[in-house]
């Protein structure tokens, strides 16, 4: 499996709090990388696409939203997914600290 | 929806169609949704619209690999896929290696496809879209000018004609609603708000009972939040509109279109005609213009047909008011879209052929960059050829590059054109119709990047494809052959003819558009532009009280303007006052004002040609200084005789009496009423510098028989402070406290704005000269540059035989200066016969005089001289030792 994208990765992160639209989602991730991942509509909706064939979320609608309104939440497969590249990410990191900490020059 | 998201959802209309129906709405939605919460706007949406396109090529990389579309290539050359993306990057890279040049076609690009689009934006809004208007296409002009409520009438009998609507304007005084203002008013019949698909933002509209003599009044919205705050409980309120009370019934949409051809660009007061029996019966009041819908099986051929019935009808019954010198009055009828933009269609349709020259221009630069460039990558073509690339993906990267250049040329070109209309709009005189809704939108956006992909493809691709069709050769031989062989060479030079032919062009018009507009500025126009002052005004006056008449009385209202004359002129530096129906340079309404009539000279040959007729008093000769050439003035006390005295012209002396002392004493009937002639004016250009000496009448403003909705004063002055203005009003104010002085213009200013039309077209063309000069300047100096540096071997031969350098110098001047001389020959005869195009624009007897051409072309050739100086330089300097080795 070849490393999710920053952006993937805060997206499935953000859905693992409840199912989000796409705004919410672009609001979500904004705040959780304190600004730094600033998302737009094109990108947001080509990567919820593929996630979704993917079978990392799913599409759903809420009881009393409009019916053109439509959210996203994570599936059972997308939290594994989720799980696993933290992990990941969690021993890659373990493994630069101690060379960070020696102050290479 | 805001223009952001207009322009996005145009955006995703490019999106693969799949992808377009799952996530199309979403996407807008998400952005409307970005854009409502977002503290900076303009970065959410320039965020969403930077990295729309990336993400759009990879949609449609996706959508069409997944097609099923069979990968041509082996596949040890990876998968279609990852082909495409190659080539993407690969371009991409190509053209990020070369800064200079991927950034130089861009420029070109941009400022070529920016000025067409600019044009064009203008064009498409005033000309190309239909009027937004319930069955626009049947909706027709009838009559030339004004009718009166009875041949209004008299229309009805066409059968062809489903529904007719009627409006006439003027200005009105308003009151009863804070300060007094002055208002636009239009009185339009019962069917004209239909005919229109108006709709009510509040109340309701006119409707035909309002027309039998309800006072109702309808507010326009701008009107309706403006002064009353668009207050909601304004409906059922009265308000006075020249001192008469009306009911406001209703506040007319927001978002409707006015019908420019027949109320003008504004109107703040709706109201219906007046129903009095006066009014609906007199065929002198000729005041409105009128429209009619076809019924849908109806041609307007038919209604043609109906006009003439019409026209020659009503002139066998009433002679005197619907024939003149050359025969029956005739009813032309014209589409609706023709009567709206007639007056601009030909000068836009001129200046977008103008962007036109110089968009060819800029590709022909595009052209020579590209074949410059080709140099460098004959090699690269080739190595990649001998690495066993097709020909076929060669192209297409060709192809792709051209794609990215042009995609990038056409948005630099959109924001050239976003400024551009702007200035255009800014600076372009008044009267362009439709011009509210002029603005760059999703439409344009597409026109700019369709212009400017195709002009790169075909100035940019197109003569690359020799280096992908390998003609180049082997590998081993050096990169002259294909570039520089013979018919590069040629394709450059007659690339260099075409844009000096095409620049001459655009330089000889510049100069002809100028020569007209400073010709007409030292025009005589007859009277003073200088110290006097204009305000227009309207006095109403109450209706007479009893004896059977319901029209208000002349001799009250000439009393009360009178006294405004008096107040004004005890003003400290006022040297004189006068008043008249109108003043000099004063059109209403795009049309020359003043009744057009044709007097009657008992016992002489009538010169059977209408003369303006021109209200004023006795000291409107003083004031504007035109010399009498024969007797005098009228003195005020003599207006009250009978005949009454008048002025006539010297053209119209000299055609009926021969000469001006024979005119004095002389007379003529105007509408009935007999006149002494007393004096014989100077002729003037009444309406401007570029209108003929027209025949002109001049009789005492109290001798008109009604009250006249306006008048305006002019005011003899010295002085320029800026208290002059407050001054006049107060002198006004002290004994007409209600009326409106909306306006205090001097007629210097109104000189000035007479030429302003003139200005606008010789700016317009000398900045596209201007910029065409500058790229012939570059692409000669390119071209020869080009040539110097290719042929450096046989120059360094020449040197080392014993040519002297001053004799490379001049060989390489004179290729210069003959390419030049063969694109001048051309650009001549083109911009002689394309002068027929603007001669409408010109000004003056030999417009399109030899002078101007003569100066423009050595203009031209000195560019020329200019340009091929450098590369003349560098022939010169060339080192012989150097050029033999390298290479």
Known sequence: MRPLAPRDLLVLAVLTDGPQHGYGIIKAVEERSSHDVLLDPANLYRSLRRMEADGWIDEMRRAGDDDRRRTYRITPRGRGILTSEVTRLESLLRGLRPSLAGGKR | ???????????????????????????????????????????????????????????????????????????????????????????????????????????????????????????????????????????????????????????????????????????????????????????????????????????????????????????????????????????????????????????????????????????????????????????????????????????????????????????????????????????????????????????????????????????????????????????????????????????????????????????VGVAIAYVGVRAFLILAPAGLPRAATIGVDARVLLFAAGVGLITAIVFGLVPALPLARGSGGPLRESGRSVTSGRSAQRLRNALVVGEVALSLVLVVQAGWLLRSFIRMQHEELGFRTTGIVTMPMSIPVARRAGAGSDAPDPAVWYQRVDAVRESLARTPGVQGVTFGLTMPLEWVGGVQCCWSTRPDFPGRDSPERPSATHHVTEDFFAIFAIRMLAGEAWSHSATMESPAPAVVSAQLARQVFGDAAAAVGGAFTLDQKQYRIVGVAADTRHYGADQPYGTAIYIPMNTIPLVPANVTIAVRTDRTDDALAADLRAAVWQVEPSVPVPTIRSIAEAARRDTAHRQFDAMLFGTFSVIALLLVAGGLAGTLLYMVSQQRRSLGIRLALGATPRALERSVLTSGIALAAAGVLLGALGAWFSGKLIEARLFGAEARDMQTLAIAVSVLMVVALAASWIPARRAALTNPMESLRSD
């Open chain 2, 1 to 411: 929806m805001t223009g952001y998201l207009r322009a996005y959802r145009a955006l995703i209309a490019l999106l693969p169609r799949s992808v377009r129906l799952h996530d199309g709405d979403e996407m807008l939605r998400t952005l409307e949704e970005q854009l409502a919460h977002a503290p900076n706007r303009r970065a959410v949406a320039w965020r969403a619209f930077l990295r729309f396109p990336k993400v759009l090529a990879l949609e449609w990389r996706d959508v069409l690999v997944s097609g099923g579309i069979p990968a041509p290539l082996p596949v040890s050359r990876g998968s279609h896929m990852d082909a495409v993306t190659r080539m993407l990057k690969q371009s991409g890279r190509s053209l990020v290696r070369t800064p200079v040049f991927s950034l130089s076609v861009v420029l070109l690009l941009g400022v070529g496809v920016g000025s067409v689009t600019a044009i064009f934006t203008v064009v498409d809004h005033v000309l190309l879209r239909g009027l937004p208007y319930p069955a626009a296409e049947r909706l027709v002009g009838i009559g030339d000018g004004v009718h009166s409520m009875p041949a209004m009438r008299d229309f009805e009998a066409m059968q062809s004609i489903e529904t007719w609507a009627g409006a006439a304007t003027d200005e009105a005084n308003l009151t009863g609603a804070g300060d007094p203002l002055r208002v636009r008013q239009a009185i339009v019949t019962d069917g004209f708000f239909p005919m229109f698909g108006a709709r009510a933002a509040i109340g309701r509209l006119l409707q035909p009972a309002d027309s039998r003599g309800a006072a109702t009044a309808v507010l326009s919205y701008g009107m309706w939040v403006r002064v009353f705050g668009g207050d909601t409980s304004v409906v059922g309120r009265t308000i006075r509109i020249n001192d008469a009370p009306m009911t406001v019934v209703g506040v007319v949409d927001g978002r409707f279109a006015l019908p420019e051809a027949l109320v003008g660009t504004s109107v703040d007061v709706w109201s219906p005609p007046d129903p009095s029996e006066d009014y609906m019966t007199n065929r002198d009041y000729w005041m409105f213009r009128v429209a009619g819908r076809l019924r849908e099986a109806a041609t307007i051929e038919q209604a043609r047909q109906e006009a003439k019935g019409v026209a020659s009808a009503r002139a066998r019954e009433f002679p005197t008011k619907y024939t003149n010198s050359r025969g029956i009055i005739e009813l032309p009828v014209r589409t609706f879209d023709e009567m709206t933009t007639g007056g601009v269609e030909r000068p836009l349709k001129v200046f977008l052929g103008a962007v036109t020259l110089l968009l060819l221009v800029a590709g022909a630069n595009v052209t020579h960059l590209i074949l410059a460039r080709g140099v460098a990558r004959v090699r690269e073509m080739a190595l990649r050829r001998a690495l066993g690339a097709r020909t076929r993906s060669l192209i297409a990267q060709l192809l792709v590059e051209s794609g990215l250049l042009g995609v990038t040329g056409g948005l």
